[in-house]
């Protein structure tokens, strides 16, 4: 595709269910980024792959959050067990090379409301 | 570690005039630097970016923004502002041997007819 898709774009669960986000990135792209964003609040880095490897995930906020990127591509965040202060928009962007000057392009998005 | 401050949580303009949208950061060593603009209901996009080289730089839809290491800021500028630019804008810095972005926590432009 031309971006960055998520799916799904909105996502509603009760406390306690996992959940599995999506992040499709731009063809080609080495590195992709996923990225938690609160209300009023710029994007807060969670972790990043370059190709399948995942590279730093120092920002995850605790175990229940785990991301894989099995064949470079495509990549799922996962939440088990959630709750209510994992409400939040969560962001995905991906970059052709990596690098720390390589601009990212992010994607829409997905909006998750744990009730 | 780094981190990005914009002093300010809104600033209004009125169109036409120009405008100034704020960002100081700290990092150890020498910073990339972006700036990142999001309308509502739509993800962020990608304005400009301070790699290297000359401390002026300019991006897209007219904006452009000056490295100032001394102070070290990057501040977002346009000449003459729209209505349509009103929007909300990120800074963001990453050092030249760190893993991540940090994201300051936005400015609202609200540019006034």
């Known amino acids: 595709g031309a971006g960055v898709s998520q799916s799904p774009r909105y996502k509603v669960t009760k406390r306690g269910q996992d959940v599995a986000l999506r992040c499709d990135p731009i063809?080609?792209?080495?590195?992709l980024y996923w990225y938690r964003q609160a209300l009023g609040q710029g994007p807060e880095f969670l972790t990043y792959?370059?190709?399948?490897?995942?590279?730093?995930k120092s920002g995850l906020p605790n175990d229940r959050f785990s991301a894989e990127r099995p064949e470079g591509s495509i990549s799922t965040l996962t939440i088990q067990r959630t709750e209510q202060r994992d409400s939040a928009m969560y962001r995905c962007?991906?970059?052709?090379?990596f690098g720390g000057g390589e601009t990212q392009y992010f994607g829409p998005g997905t909006r998750l409301l744990v009730l | 570690a780094q981190s990005v401050a914009q002093p300010e949580d809104q600033v209004n303009v009125a169109e036409g005039n120009p405008l100034t949208v704020k960002c100081t950061y700290s990092?150890?060593?020498?910073?990339?630097l972006f700036w990142y603009v999001q309308y509502p209901n739509r993800g962020l996009q990608f304005l400009l970016k301070?790699?290297?080289?000359?401390?002026l730089v300019k991006g897209s839809y007219g904006f452009e923004a000056e490295f100032n290491k001394s102070q070290t800021s990057f501040h977002l500028k346009k000449p003459s502002a729209l209505v349509s630019d009103s929007a909300l804008y990120f800074c963001?810095?990453?050092?030249?041997?760190?893993?991540?972005?940090?994201f300051g926590p936005g400015t609202r432009l609200s540019v006034l007819p």
């Open positions: 963001a810095v990453r050092d030249i041997e760190g893993q991540n972005f940090v």
């Open positions: 962007a991906s970059s052709l090379e």
């Open positions: 301070y790699i290297t080289g000359d401390n």
């Open positions: 990092v150890s060593g020498n910073p990339y």
């Open positions: 063809s080609g792209h080495v590195s």
């Open positions: 792959f370059n190709y399948e490897a995942q590279q730093d």
